[in-house]
């Protein structure tokens, strides 16, 4: 998973322009489709990443006091709930150019 800390993907909306977004495609459902499915790829990444780190300072005990007091619970939460949502991060990365794609439909009807 990239650093999510230093990510410069944005945490609130943006328009960005359509024939820069599609320029690597020059098919904007094509773009849209591959940014959708990074964009999935990355939800599982955090949410696995947050349960594991949740894990970490799970207590089983049936004790009220422990579920209300578990401080680093509250903070490691807190921080995904500030990061950028996932599709942010994934039209960041196309617009990067980190995102490996390929039409396996066009490679099949070169052959």
């Given amino acids: 998973m990239n650093d999510l800390k230093n990510t410069k993907a944005p945490v609130t909306t943006l328009t960005y322009n359509k024939n820069v977004f599609d320029e690597k495609t020059d098919n904007i459902y094509e773009a849209i489709s591959i940014v959708s499915k990074r964009a999935i790829q990355i939800n599982s990444e955090i949410k696995k990443e947050l349960l594991e780190k949740l894990e970490e300072f799970a207590t089983y005990s049936d004790s009220l006091e422990e579920v209300f007091e578990n401080k680093e619970q509250i903070e490691v939460s807190k921080f995904y709930e500030k990061l950028p ?9 196309w617009l990067e150019d980190k995102i490996y794609h390929r039409n396996t439909e066009k490679e099949d009807n070169e052959e």
């Fill in 85 to 93: 949502k996932p599709h942010a991060l994934a039209v960041q990365e």
